[in-house]
T-cell receptor
Framework: GDSVTQMEGPVTLSEEAFLTINCTYT??????LFWYVQYPGEGLQLLLKATKADDKGSNKGFEATYRKETTSFHLEKGSVQVSDSAVYFC???????????FGAGTTVTVRA | GAGVSQSPSNKVTEKGKDVELRCDPI?????LYWYRQSLGQGLEFLIYFQGNSAPDKSGLPSDRFSAERTGGSVSTLTIQRTQQEDSAVYLCASSLGLVNSPLHFGNGTRLTVT
């Protein structure tokens, strides 16, 4: 079945550092790919998405590019802030039943 | 506007008791999902509703778990004869039910079975 594997955490880094969270997927067909974020004390919310190969999703300074050849959707941000501290989840949708399959989540802590 | 609302936010119950978890989706959202988030685990899919129908119940862990949705709105997840391994955060999400529609999540119900 469809699955997502993402980089294990936790990740701790300093403000203004570069952040990468790796995500790879296994799917039949052509899934849509998502990154969701869960800030402390809040519910999960969509961060960005890409619906076809070579699409780049971006939001709040974060970017991820849908790479079909490497089945990857790595999340990047060039200069993180303390407010980016959260749990990040990579997810895919097989576009048949709209069910999202999530990775295990990566906890990111940014220190001032 | 109002988001997805889940109640209760916390529930502590004794092993063997039944529990009901409630989800109020965003008005107009036809699709509703239940996930389970255990400590150190990802989000485990439980069940999905399109309207009042559940085309995919494949994620329900056992026959102790059931869910229903009435009026295309509120959904209830019921766990009978709870076990300690049922302890987790149960998340509900809703969406417009279209391809690539984002899921809007509630804050979850934290269930602790003692």
């Amino acid at each position: 079945g469809d699955s997502v594997t993402q980089m294990e955490g936790p990740v701790t880094l300093s403000e203004e550092a570069f952040l990468t969270i790796n995500c790879t997927y296994t799917a039949t067909g052509y899934p849509s790919l998502f990154w969701y974020v869960q800030y402390p004390g809040e519910g999960l919310q969509l961060l960005l998405k890409a619906t076809k190969a070579d699409d780049k999703g971006s939001n709040k300074g974060f970017e991820a590019t849908y790479r079909k050849e490497t089945t990857s959707f790595h999340l990047e941000k060039g200069s993180v802030q303390v407010s980016d501290s959260a749990v990040y989840f990579c997810a895919l949708s097989d576009r048949i039943d709209y069910k999202l399959s999530f990775g295990a989540g990566t906890t990111v802590t940014v220190r001032a | 506007g109002a988001g997805v609302s889940q109640s209760p936010s916390n529930k502590v119950t004794e092993k063997g008791k039944d529990v009901e978890l409630r989800c109020d989706p965003i008005s107009g959202h036809t699709a509703l999902y239940w996930y389970r988030q255990s400590l150190g685990q990802g989000l485990e899919f439980l069940i999905y509703f399109q309207g009042n129908s559940a085309p995919d119940k494949s994620g329900l862990p056992s026959d102790r778990f059931s869910a229903e949705r009435t009026g295309g709105s509120v959904s209830t997840l019921t766990i009978q004869r709870t076990q300690q391994e049922d302890s987790a955060v149960y998340l509900c999400a809703s969406s417009l039910g279209l391809v690539n529609s984002p899921l809007h999540f509630g804050n979850g119900t934290r269930l602790t079975v003692t």
